[in-house]
């Protein structure tokens, strides 16, 4: 259950790091920090939820 919602929030985070990546090349700079923010918060919920719960 846990791997799949953080494979989840790990596609999420791609997604929203190729999205920006391609605000950028359209010169589209709050649209790219928007989906560069997105991709950032995607992968550290795919990293929180997959780490043991007895790790810091």
């Not at 985070?13 to 918060?41: K, N, P, Q, T």
Request: proline share 2%.
């Amino acid at each position: 259950m846990f791997d799949a919602l953080a494979a989840l929030f790990l596609i999420v985070g791609v997604a929203g790091f190729g999205l920006g990546a391609h605000a950028l090349g359209r010169a589209s700079d709050v649209e790219a920090i928007y989906w560069l923010v997105v991709g950032i918060v995607g992968v550290r919920a795919a990293v929180a939820v997959a780490r043991p719960a007895g790790g810091t």
